[in-house]
């Protein structure tokens, strides 16, 4: 399950883990019109970590999920 807010200067998503065993917390994606932040509690260090991606970080990532293994340079076309 997922759900989809927008706020003032981001959309915020936020992914529940809904498997039957060992579910994680849930994780919460902030997208800002420069960045995307990933962010999960931690319950060991009782706090929220954060990871935070560039828009060309995000690009990279959303491609390499559909590649197979391998080292790739993207180009925009122009």
């Known amino acids: 399950m997922f759900t989809i807010e927008h706020e003032f200067d981001a959309t915020v998503i936020t992914l529940v883990d809904e498997g039957d065993s060992h579910l994680q917390e849930d994780v919460i994606v902030n997208a800002f019109e420069d960045c995307v932040t990933i962010e999960q509690f931690d319950a060991r ?28 340079h993207l180009r925009r076309d122009t």
């Open 45 to 72: 260090l009782n706090e929220t970590r954060r990871v935070t991606l560039s828009m060309t970080q995000l690009r990279d990532l959303a491609a390499a999920l559909n590649l197979p293994e391998g080292v790739y």
